[in-house]
């Protein structure tokens, strides 16, 4: 399993799409075993959530997200948590436990 948190400064960020990197954990009998920051690409309609999948991502947290993101996303069987705030490894770590979930935060900009 791999989960992608949008972040800047190790904190999760409001808007998915304009995220300055995606923090991408490792996960392996619930258990975080690698850890690993990817840079945002570029915010460009239906391009984020197919290059997080292409890199094996299942889960993807963030403040918020549009719904056309999310819709792709849920296309293509990863799951969704918006609405999630704070430290980036805290919220991959309170998902694990299932302490974390979304409460649908959705953007409103493109």
């Known amino acids: 399993m791999k989960i992608?948190?949008?972040?800047e400064n190790d904190m999760i960020t409001?808007?998915?799409?304009?995220c300055e990197y995606?923090?991408?954990f490792e996960i392996e009998n619930r258990i975080i075993m690698k850890s690993q920051s990817i840079p945002n690409p570029g915010h460009k309609p239906g391009f984020?959530?197919?290059f997080l999948n292409d890199l094996g991502v299942?889960?993807?947290i963030s403040g918020g997200m549009g719904s056309g993101a999310m819709d792709i996303f849920?296309?293509?069987?990863?799951e969704v948590i918006v609405g999630a705030k704070g430290?980036?490894?805290a919220a991959a770590e309170q998902y694990l436990q299932g302490k974390l979930k979304s409460i649908g935060s959705?953007?409103?900009e493109d």
Do not use: M, S
């Open 4 to 7: 992608a948190v949008a972040c």
């Open 14 to 18: 409001d808007h998915f799409g304009h």
């Open 22 to 24: 995606f923090h991408i």
């Open 48 to 50: 984020l959530p197919k």
């Open 58 to 60: 299942t889960v993807v």
């Open 74 to 78: 849920y296309e293509n069987g990863i």
């Open 87 to 89: 430290p980036v490894r």
């Open 106 to 108: 959705i953007c409103q």
